[in-house]
Nanobody, 123 residues
Framework: QVQLVESGGGLVQPGGSLRLSCAAS????????MGWYRQASGKQRELVAT???????NYTDSVKGRFTISRDNAKNTIYLQMDSLKPEDTAVYYC?????????????????WGQGTQVTVSS
């Protein structure tokens, strides 16, 4: 089984910072890419940032210059450093991973999601 465990959410004032973590564990052969998505109340889930195996990153326009995605390959973990937070960043943040995993008969490439962590930006 594969698990994605997120941590680091919470309540922060506008202009503040938070750091999210997502650790992948299980029968992982390789990580094709990982990323963060968010879903605000009443809205669709949207991509926030991704990082692929080669290290290339991608951000949605609204977070460019404020958020930084990074990874620790040895720990199968990604981070999202969120600075200059705004009330509109309030959402449940989900970790996503595109993984190649071992199966009883070989390997399988699948998409996995974490349970989500709440980020609230409010004064």
């Amino acid at each position: 089984q594969v698990q994605l465990v997120e941590s680091g959410g919470g309540l922060v004032q506008p202009g503040g910072s938070l750091r999210l973590s997502c650790a992948a564990s299980g029968r992982i052969v390789s990580i094709r890419g990982m990323g963060w998505y968010r879903q605000a109340s009443g809205k669709q889930r949207e991509l926030v940032a991704t990082i692929i195996s080669g290290g290339r990153t991608n951000y949605t326009d609204s977070v460019k210059g404020r958020f930084t995605i990074s990874r620790d390959n040895a720990k199968n973990t990604i981070y999202l450093q969120m600075d200059s937070l705004k009330p509109e960043d309030t959402a449940v943040y989900y970790c996503n991973a595109d993984l190649l995993c071992r199966t009883p008969i070989g390997t399988s490439r699948d998409d996995y999601w974490g349970q989500g962590t709440q980020v609230t930006v409010s004064s």
